[in-house]
C-alpha cells in the first residue's frame, strides 16, 4: 500500500512538475530522440562517468544519510552497474518503447532492494548536483533538463514495472540444502524455497548473502522447475570479496539466502520441441544449459516444462579450460543416457594448439569446434558462458547462416566505453 501510495504521488509530481516538460511512461508521448541529441551534444562535460557518478552519491548520502543502507557496504559494482545505465539510457533514447521495456524491468527487480518512488526523487535531486559540479561553467540549462526528462521516463517506467509486480513477493527467501565444493573455487548449491518461486528453465535470478547485504548478483538457475521447491546455483568464485566468494568458501548447509525475481528469453518454445537444437555451454555457462536441457529430455513433463517428448535432437558442446574444470560430468553423463538423441562433445582449451591466433580474448576453442561441426543454419542455438565466447560463437553462427533469430543468449554486458559518436559542447 505504501509502496503503491508513493508511486501515485510521484506519478503525480512528474506529471505537474514545471521546468523539464515531464513525460509519462508511454513511450508514444516521449521525444526521447530530441533529448537524446541535446544530452550527446553536452556530454564531453560530464563524462567519463565516473566523476559524476562518485559525485551524485556523495550528493545523496550526504543529504539523506539514512539512503545509505539501501546500498552494499562496498560501491564499485554499483558505481559501474549505473554507468551502464546512463550509457544503455543515452544510446537508446531515440527508441523510447524498448527502453521503458528494460526500465519496467529493472523496476520489477528493484522491488527486492527496498527501494520506494520518494527515492527516485533524492536521486533526481542528487544527478543535477553532481552534473553542474561536474560540468562546470560551460554546462547548460537545456541539456540538464534533458537528463532530468530521460530520468523520469526511466523512473516512471521503473514504478510502472513494480506496481504490476504488487501481488508478488520483492524476494524469495530460501535455505541451502546442499553446498559441493567441485574445484577450489567452485561450488554447486542448492537452495529449497518455500514459497513458489515462479521461473523457466534458462532463466537467471538476482541473489543475495546474508555476508554482504544489499550486494545481488546474477547466476542462471541451473535447474527445470520441479515439485521440490529446489533450485540448483553454480557459482564460480573469481576475486575476493564478493557475493560469488561468500557463496563459494562462506556458504554452509542451513544457511539461507535470497533470490530476486527470475528473468531472462533463453527458454525453450513450444516450436523447439520438433526442431534440431544446438547448444554450447562455457565453464558456469553450463548452469542455464543443464536446465534447458532437463526440460528438453521431458523429465518433468507436464509440469510447465514442454508438454511432450522432443522430436528433435540435440548437440551440445560444453567447454572447459581443463578436464578438471568440467565440474558436472556426472550430471551431464546422466542427461546424456536419458536421451539418444543428445550428443556432447567436449572441447577444453589444453586440447587445442591455436595457430597464428591474438590474445585469449580473439579467440575461442569452443566457437572454432562449433564452426567446425558443420552447418546449422536450420538450428536453433543457445550460447552460454563468458561474454567473449558468446560473442565468437553467435559471430560464428551467423556467418554460417544461422539466421540471427534462431540464437538465443542472455544479455551480454556492454563494456564501460563511450558510443562512438559522443561529442563534446
Ligand atoms: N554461473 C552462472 O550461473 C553463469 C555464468 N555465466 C558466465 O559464464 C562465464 C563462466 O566463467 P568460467 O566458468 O570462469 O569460464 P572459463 O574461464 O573456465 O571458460 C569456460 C570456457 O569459455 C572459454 N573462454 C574463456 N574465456 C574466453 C575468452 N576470452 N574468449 C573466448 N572463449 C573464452 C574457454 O575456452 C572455455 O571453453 C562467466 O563469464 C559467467 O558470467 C553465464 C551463465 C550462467
Redesign the pocket.
Known sequence: MLARHDAMRLRRRILSQGGATAPDSTPASYDGAADQQLITQYLGLVTPFGDLIARLYDEMFARWPYLRSLFPEGMDFQRAHLARAFWYLIENLHRPAEVAAYFRQLGHDHRKLGVRPVHYEAFEAALCAALRSTAGPRWAEAAEQAWVRMLRFAVASMVDGADAALAEPPCWQGTVTAHQRRSPDLAVLRIRLPEPYPYRAGQ?AAVESPLIPQAWRH??L?SAPGPGGEVE????C?GPGGVSEALVSGTRVGDILRLGPAHGTMTLREEDRSRDLLMVA????W??IKALLEEWVGRRRGTGGLPQRPAGRVDLFV???SRA?LYDVAALTRLAARHDRLRVVQ?L?VDVVPENVGP??A????AEAVARHGQRSHHCAFV??????VG?TVARLTAAGMPADHIRH?PVPAPLIPPADGRAA
Open positions: 537467471f547466476y542462471s541451473a546455483l553454480h557459482v564460480r573469481t562455457g565453464g558456469t555457462g548452469a542455464p567447454g572447459a579450460r574444470e572441447v582449451d585469449p580474448a579467440y575461442s576453442p569452443l552460454s558462458g563468458p561474454p567473449a565466447m565468437a542472455d
